[in-house]
């Protein structure tokens, strides 16, 4: 497709003029966001972090009781391998 010459002295202004818009949207609209997303994000990995940490409590609380359980059973079995 071949421009005119009217199109062609125009295309310029048009280009710049559509990416000054898109750069403004981009610091205008999407860095904010992306500030927000991020100190969302922080706070999430934060409570993750926290529950992660009571998960791994519960189950080592549970398996030092399974020990203890195991340790009673072994104690109460009469020894039949000796």
Do not use: C
Not at 21 to 31: D, H, I, N, R, T
Not at 45 to 59: D, G, I, M, N, Y
Not at 62 to 77: F, G, P, Q, Y
């Amino acid at each position: 497709m071949v421009l005119g010459p009217t199109a062609r002295l125009w295309l310029p202004y048009l280009n710049f003029t559509v990416a000054i818009s898109a750069l403004g949207f981009q610091a205008g609209v999407l860095y904010p966001w992306h500030e927000e997303l991020d100190k969302e994000f922080k706070i999430l990995k934060q409570e993750h972090k926290e529950q992660l940490h009571l998960h791994q409590q519960v189950t080592l609380k549970k398996l030092e009781d399974l020990e203890r359980r195991m340790s009673v059973t072994e104690k109460a079995m009469p020894d039949a391998t000796r």
